[in-house]
């Protein structure tokens, strides 16, 4: 099942014309040629009716190895753990498939999916998904007490300084939505991923570009930080329709890797 998702994430390349009888013969779900690394764009795939009319794959049909987890046109699954990719920074979901396919990001199946593929071709995947403009479904009800709550909305809204542990909208936005190019959103993501990606980053199983700031923030939080502010995120409905601010109002309170392109505090910057 997984070596059938690879092949369609594959470049499809055209089929000589003299094959459109043998393009007939073969399933709709039959395996895509691999394209050189190279290759720009797609070419047609030719069929016996429409060899000369058929445009080139488009990645819609490409990505469905992604819809296949991550739910129909990347809006997530309602089992709670994979995360919805529909509509994230181009700059955010670029950088994490190129973090799985490098081992910076720890998980088999996204590995082998993506280790025989080509920087711009990860960047054209990202750039599709984050194009999609698509409204979040309400969130679930609050699953954690009153007081879990409050200090998970703390700790979002407002951080906690004597622990180093700066307020997450300071770099994800006053929204949470995300910025541009590559700040990630945190509402309308399932509790058991945000636990998961926190925890992740607290063992050194997630891991990004040098300085990992979310590593050294995620080392500073208790198992309970981590259960009330995943708890808490998960409960917000998404405002403006989810889509990232274009800048930050203030300048972000710690330099992170692979958003070189945010102004940092000066004490961070240092």
Same mark, same amino acid.
């Given at each position: 099942?997984?070596? =059938?998702?690879?092949?369609? *994430?594959?470049?499809?390349?055209?089929?000589?014309?003299? +094959?459109?009888?043998?393009? $007939?013969?073969?399933?709709?779900?039959?395996?895509?040629?691999?394209?050189?690394? @190279?290759? !720009?764009?797609? +070419?047609?795939?030719?069929?016996?009716?429409? +060899?000369?009319?058929?445009?080139?794959?488009?990645?819609?049909?490409?990505?469905?190895? =992604?819809?296949?987890?991550?739910?129909?046109?990347?809006?997530?699954?309602?089992?709670?753990? %994979?995360?919805?990719?529909?509509?994230?920074?181009?700059?955010?979901?670029?950088?994490?498939?190129? @973090?799985?396919?490098?081992?910076?990001?720890?998980? #088999?199946?996204?590995?082998? *999916?993506?280790?025989?593929?080509?920087?711009?071709? $990860?960047?054209?995947?990202?750039?599709? %998904?984050?194009?999609?403009?698509?409204?979040?479904?309400? #969130?679930?009800?609050?699953?954690?007490?009153?007081?879990?709550?409050?200090?998970?909305?703390?700790?979002?809204?407002?951080?906690?300084?004597?622990? @180093?542990?700066?307020? =997450?909208? /300071? =770099?994800?936005?006053?929204?949470?939505?995300?910025?541009?190019?590559?700040?990630?959103?945190?509402?309308?993501?399932?509790?058991?991923?945000? @636990?998961?990606? *926190?925890?992740?980053?607290?063992?050194?199983?997630?891991? /990004?570009?040098?300085?990992?700031?979310?590593?050294?923030?995620?080392?500073?939080?208790?198992?309970?930080?981590?259960?009330?502010?995943?708890?808490? *995120?998960?409960?917000? #409905?998404?405002?403006?329709?989810?889509?990232?601010?274009?800048?930050?109002?203030?300048?972000?309170?710690?330099?992170?890797?692979?958003?070189?392109?945010?102004?940092? +505090?000066? !004490?961070?910057?240092?």
């Amino acid at each position: 099942m997984i070596d =059938c998702l690879r092949s369609l *994430l594959r470049p499809v390349v055209c089929l000589p014309s003299a +094959a459109a009888v043998l393009a $007939l013969a073969l399933s709709a779900g039959a395996v895509a040629q691999t394209a050189p690394s @190279n290759t !720009a764009s797609a +070419a047609p795939v030719a069929t016996a009716s429409t +060899a000369a009319t058929v445009p080139a794959s488009s990645m819609a049909s490409r990505v469905q190895a =992604c819809t296949a987890c991550h739910g129909k046109e990347g809006r997530a699954t309602p089992d709670g753990y %994979f995360p919805r990719i529909a509509g994230k920074p181009a700059g955010y979901l670029a950088n994490q498939l190129l @973090n799985f396919r490098d081992g910076r990001r720890s998980y #088999p199946q996204m590995g082998y *999916l993506t280790e025989h593929l080509t920087d711009d071709y $990860l960047r054209e995947m990202a750039e599709y %998904f984050a194009a999609l403009d698509l409204p979040y479904p309400p #969130p679930p009800p609050p699953q954690a007490p009153p007081a879990v709550l409050e200090q998970g909305r703390r700790l979002v809204q407002v951080g906690d300084a004597a622990r @180093n542990i700066p307020a =997450c909208v /300071a =770099c994800h936005g006053a929204a949470m939505t995300g910025v541009v190019p590559s700040i990630p959103g945190l509402l309308g993501l399932p509790r058991d991923y945000l @636990n998961s990606q *926190l925890g992740a980053w607290k063992t050194g199983q997630r891991r /990004a570009h040098l300085p990992d700031c979310m590593a050294d923030i995620a080392r500073q939080l208790t198992p309970d930080d981590v259960s009330a502010v995943s708890a808490w *995120l998960a409960a917000q #409905p998404v405002a403006a329709g989810g889509k990232p601010a274009r800048t930050l109002p203030a300048t972000m309170p710690a330099r992170c890797g692979g958003v070189a392109e945010v102004p940092v +505090a000066a !004490a961070a910057a240092r």
